[in-house]
C-alpha cells in the first residue's frame, strides 16, 4: 500500500506524520549539501538500517554515535557530538539528523543550535515517545547536575518527520514510554482520544497509526499557539512536575526509570489534587487511576522520600518566585495551568499515590 | 555634571549608551525579582565596586566570579556558571547581569540563554571593546576544540548599558584592543569617524565619548537590519576571517594575543585584497597600514605557519560550501561582503603582511 502522509506546515517547522513520511522527506533533504546523522547506539542497529533503505539515493557524509539512555543526555555527550562535528569539519550550512527517540532529538536540536551558532537540523522520532511528544515542540536541551533539562534552550527544527515504520523495532518498556503521554494529550486536550484509548493498556491498543496522528497534531496545536510557554503549553505539564521529580530522584539511583512510567506516576498524584480542587465528580479520579495502573507498575518510593522529591520541584523550571505551579484537570478532556498548590497538598498526593489513601 | 546617555530602543534590545547610563539603567533592573552578577576577577576587582556604588539601593543575590581572559572562554568555565546557577537556586525570571569585557558578556549571554531554556540577561561593557562590540549585537559562545566561538548562539540581552564610568579602570593592552573594532567601523561604513580618528593612535585620541557613541550606534545600526548575519551584518567581518585563523593559532600558543591585534593584523591582510580587486587608487592601503601600525605591532608569524592559516579558516564560520567567503572593502567608509577569493590571494596577503610585499 503507497500511504500519503498527512502535512501540516506550521512555520517554521513542516510536520510529515503517519505513513510514507520517509519517502516524502526526500525532497526536504534534497536541499542540503551535507548531511550528518546522530544515532544512539540502540537506533544505529535496528533503525539505521531501515533508514537508510528508505533514503537510499543519500550519501550521508558522517555518523556521530552517541550512548543511549537518558543518563547519556548530558553535557559530556554533547562536548562529545561539537567535537565530531569539529573533527568532521561540519560547515554551517549543513544538516543534522536526528534519528532516535527523545534523548537523541533533545540532545541533537541542542547540539545543533549551539554548533557555529546554529546549523539546522532534522527530527525524524523512532519511538512512540518521540514520535507524539519528545521531536515535536522545540524543547531541546540535557540534564545537569541531577536535574532534568536544566541545559538547553527552545529552538525548531526545520522538519519532523513521523513515520510509523520505525515502531516495529520497539521495545515493550518504549511502548510503555510513549503511552503515558498519549493519556496525557487524552486526559488535558482530547476528550474523542480518551474515548478511543477506551480504558486499554498500551498491549491492547491496536491502532497505532490513528493514535500516532491524533495525539502528534495534539501537540502541534498546541505548541504552535504557545511556542515558549507562556499560556496554554503549560498545560502539557500535567503529570510533570511531580513526574520530573520521580525521574530526577530515580536518575540519581542505580535503577533511574523512564519519562513515561515518571509521568504517568505523577498524573496519578496531579489527578488526585485536582480532583481534591474541582471535586471528583468532575475528574473522576478512580477511572484515570485504573486505566494507568493497567499499563504502569507503581513506583518504589516511600514517605521518607518526600523530603527530596519536594525540593527536587523547588529546581524545577515550573516555579516562578519560588512557589509551585501546577498545570492540572478540571475534567477529563479539559486543563488549567499557573495553578499554585500549597506544599501540604503536594505531599499528600504523594501519601496518596503511596498508599491509595492520604492516612498513613 | 549630571550627563543624559542616548537611549536607542531597538527591539528587543535596549541601548543605553554614555554617561549616565548606570543611574538610567535603575528602572530596568527594578523589574526582576532576583538578579546575579557574572564577572571575571579582575572587574570584580576593578569594576564592581564602581558598579556596585551607582546601584547601591540594589541587592544582588550572588555573584558569579569566572577566570579573566580569552583562555578561559570555554565549555568548562559555561559548566562552572551552571552549576553555579543551579547552587544559587536560580528560577527562570531571574536577571543574569554580564559586568564586564567581551568574554563576560560572550560567555554570560550563552549560559544565561541555555540555563533552564533561557533566561534573561542585560550587558554591563566594561571594557572599550565590550561597549563598542562584543556586548552588542546577540553573538554569544565559547571557543572549543581550539576554535573561535564554535560554540554559542545568537540570542539578545533585554538591554546593554554602556557607562563610560568603567573606561577609568582600563590597562593600555584595553584600549589597543577596542580600537581595532573602531578601526574598523571607520573602514566599512563611517567615513566621519575615520576622519575624527585622524591618522591618530589609541594613545593620542581624546574625545572617547563622542567615538564610543558613534562606533556603538553603527554597531546597532548593522545588526538591527540584519540579526542573524545573512547579509550586511557580514561587513563586520572585515578583518576577522584572517584575523581570527591568527587568534586561533596563538591561542594555541604560549603567548595568546588578544582579539583587537588579531583583527589589526587581519585587517592589513584584507586591505591588501581588497586593493587587488578594487584598486590601490580606492582602497588607500599605505593610509591604512600607517593608522594601524601607529596602535599595532606587527605579529610575529613566518611564512611556514600560513598553511596552518589556512586550515583554521577552513574551519572558520565564514565558510560556505568549502569557499572562504570574505568582506572587504571597496573604499574607505565602504564594504562588501559573500566575496570568494583564492586560496593564493589570501596566501599572498598573509606574505604581504609579513614582508610589507609578497615576493619573499
Same mark, same amino acid.
Given at each position: 500500500?503507497?500511504?500519503?502522509?498527512?502535512?501540516?506546515? &506550521?512555520?517554521?517547522?513542516?510536520?510529515?506524520?503517519? *505513513?510514507?513520511?520517509?519517502?516524502?522527506?526526500?525532497?526536504?533533504?534534497?536541499?542540503?549539501?551535507?548531511?550528518?546523522v546522530?544515532?544512539?547506539?540502540?537506533?544505529?542497529?535496528?533503525?539505521l538500517?531501515?533508514?537508510?533503505?528508505?533514503?537510499?539515493e543519500? *550519501?550521508?557524509?558522517?555518523?556521530? #554515535?552517541?550512548?543511549?539512555? =537518558?543518563?547519556f543526555?548530558?553535557? #559530556?555527550?554533547?562536548?562529545?557530538?561539537?567535537?565530531?562535528?569539529?573533527?568532521?569539519?561540519?560547515?554551517?550550512?549543513?544538516l543534522?539528523?536526528?534519528?532516535?527517540?527523545?534523548?537523541? /532529538?533533545?540532545?541533537?536540536?541542542?547540539?545543533?543550535?549551539?554548533?557555529?551558532?546554529?546549523?539546522?537540523?532534522?527530527?525524524?522520532?523512532?519511538?512512540?515517545?518521540?514520535?507524539?511528544?519528545? $521531536?515535536?515542540?522545540?524543547k531541546?536541551?540535557?540534564?545537569? /547536575?541531577?536535574?532534568?533539562?536544566?541545559?538547553?534552550?527552545?529552538?525548531?527544527?526545520? $522538519?519532523?518527520?513521523?513515520?510509523?515504520?520505525?515502531?516495529?523495532?520497539l521495545?515493550?518498556?518504549?511502548?510503555?514510554?510513549?503511552?503515558?503521554?498519549?493519556?496525557?494529550?487524552?486526559?488535558?486536550?482530547?476528550?474523542?482520544?480518551?474515548?478511543?484509548?477506551?480504558?486499554?493498556?498500551?498491549k491492547?491498543? *491496536?491502532?497505532?497509526?490513528?493514535?500516532?496522528?491524533?495525539?502528534?497534531?495534539?501537540?502541534?496545536?498546541?505548541?504552535?499557539?504557545?511556542?515558549?510557554?507562556?499560556?496554554?503549553?503549560?498545560?502539557?505539564n500535567?503529570?510533570?512536575?511531580?513526574?520530573?521529580?520521580?525521574e530526577?530522584?530515580?536518575? +540519581?539511583?542505580?535503577?533511574?526509570?523512564? %519519562?513515561g512510567k515518571?509521568? $504517568? $506516576?505523577?498524573?496519578?498524584?496531579?489527578?488526585?489534587?485536582?480532583?481534591?480542587?474541582?471535586? =471528583?465528580?468532575?475528574?473522576?479520579?478512580?477511572?484515570?487511576?485504573?486505566?494507568?495502573?493497567?499499563?504502569?507498575?507503581?513506583?518504589?518510593?516511600?514517605?521518607?522520600h518526600?523530603?527530596?522529591?519536594? #525540593?527536587?520541584?523547588? %529546581?524545577? +523550571?515550573?516555579?516562578?518566585?519560588?512557589?509551585?505551579?501546577?498545570?492540572?484537570? +478540571? +475534567?477529563?478532556?479539559?486543563?488549567? %495551568?499557573?495553578?499554585?498548590v500549597?506544599?501540604?497538598?503536594?505531599?499528600n498526593?504523594?501519601?496518596?499515590?503511596? %498508599?491509595? &489513601?492520604?492516612?498513613?
Amino acid at each position: 500500500m503507497n500511504s500519503t502522509p498527512v502535512i501540516i506546515d &506550521s512555520k517554521p517547522v513542516s510536520f510529515v506524520i503517519g *505513513e510514507g513520511a520517509l519517502k516524502h522527506s526526500k525532497r526536504l533533504l534534497k536541499k542540503f549539501p551535507r548531511m550528518i546523522v546522530l544515532v544512539d547506539d540502540n537506533v544505529r542497529k535496528y533503525c539505521l538500517p531501515v533508514f537508510e533503505e528508505f533514503l537510499n539515493e543519500f *550519501e550521508f557524509s558522517g555518523v556521530v #554515535e552517541i550512548r543511549s539512555g =537518558e543518563g547519556f543526555k548530558n553535557i #559530556e555527550q554533547s562536548i562529545d557530538i561539537w567535537q565530531a562535528l569539529t573533527d568532521l569539519k561540519v560547515d554551517r550550512d549543513a544538516l543534522l539528523v536526528n534519528l532516535g527517540g527523545g534523548v537523541v /532529538s533533545d540532545i541533537g536540536g541542542f547540539v545543533a543550535a549551539t554548533y557555529k551558532r546554529g546549523i539546522q537540523f532534522i527530527n525524524f522520532p523512532t519511538t512512540l515517545l518521540g514520535m507524539i511528544d519528545a $521531536a515535536i515542540g522545540g524543547k531541546t536541551g540535557v540534564d545537569f /547536575s541531577g536535574f532534568k533539562n536544566q541545559v538547553g534552550l527552545f529552538t525548531d527544527p526545520i $522538519a519532523v518527520i513521523v513515520d510509523p515504520v520505525f515502531l516495529k523495532t520497539l521495545e515493550s518498556v518504549e511502548w510503555q514510554s510513549g503511552y503515558a503521554e498519549v493519556i496525557k494529550y487524552a486526559l488535558i486536550m482530547d476528550r474523542d482520544l480518551w474515548r478511543m484509548l477506551d480504558g486499554k493498556s498500551y498491549k491492547e491498543v *491496536e491502532e497505532w497509526n490513528k493514535i500516532i496522528i491524533k495525539a502528534a497534531k495534539d501537540k502541534i496545536d498546541i505548541v504552535r499557539y504557545d511556542t515558549h510557554e507562556k499560556g496554554i503549553r503549560k498545560n502539557l505539564n500535567f503529570g510533570h512536575t511531580i513526574g520530573h521529580a520521580f525521574e530526577s530522584f530515580f536518575l +540519581k539511583t542505580a535503577t533511574p526509570i523512564t %519519562h513515561g512510567k515518571a509521568v $504517568a $506516576a505523577g498524573m496519578i498524584c496531579e489527578s488526585w489534587i485536582s480532583s481534591q480542587l474541582y471535586g =471528583e465528580d468532575c475528574v473522576l479520579l478512580p477511572e484515570i487511576e485504573g486505566m494507568i495502573d493497567k499499563s504502569f507498575d507503581r513506583l518504589d518510593i516511600q514517605e521518607k522520600h518526600i523530603p527530596e522529591f519536594m #525540593e527536587l520541584m523547588r %529546581h524545577d +523550571k515550573k516555579v516562578r518566585e519560588g512557589k509551585l505551579q501546577f498545570s492540572l484537570i +478540571k +475534567k477529563i478532556g479539559k486543563a488549567v %495551568h499557573n495553578i499554585e498548590v500549597d506544599n501540604p497538598m503536594v505531599i499528600n498526593s504523594i501519601k496518596y499515590y503511596i %498508599h491509595q &489513601s492520604i492516612s498513613s
